[in-house]
């Protein structure tokens, strides 16, 4: 079992900047990618990043270079620096892990392990 618990969400304004972490427990060592995804609503789950076992990145293309995520290892903690918040960004921010593959951002695939989710408001 593989315990995911999200945190760092709120308010922010347009052009602001939040900071995510996901903390993990459980047997997240069997997994081989962790990422980010997010939903508003009336849309699609999609996917905003991920990283592999290796540290390799993957970021939709509608958010590289405005989101950076990371994690240790050590402390099973992954995060999500997001910059230059917009509107269109407000959404629920889930933290997900898998077995799957980690380039292709496909979460009902990819991914087995979802937080709650933590909540975004760009104003």
């Known amino acids: 079992h593989v315990q995911l618990v999200e945190s760092g969400g709120g308010s922010v304004q347009a052009g602001g900047s939040l900071g995510l972490s996901c903390a993990a427990s459980?047997?997240?060592?069997?997994?081989?990618?962790m990422g980010w995804f997010r939903q508003a609503p009336g849309k699609e789950r999609e996917g905003v990043a991920a990283?592999?076992?290796?540290?390799?990145?993957r970021y939709a293309d509608s958010l590289a270079g405005r989101v950076t995520i990371s994690k240790d290892n050590a402390k099973n903690t992954l995060s999500l620096q997001m910059n230059a918040l917009e509107p269109e960004d407000t959404a629920m921010y889930y933290c997900?892990?898998?077995?799957?593959?980690?380039?292709?951002?496909?979460?009902?695939?990819?991914?087995?392990?979802w937080g709650h989710g933590t909540q975004v408001t760009v104003s």
């Open positions: 997900a892990a898998g077995v799957g593959f980690c380039d292709r951002l496909r979460g009902e695939t990819d991914f087995a392990y």
């Open positions: 459980g047997s997240i060592q069997r997994t081989n990618c």
């Open positions: 990283i592999d076992a290796s540290g390799r990145t």
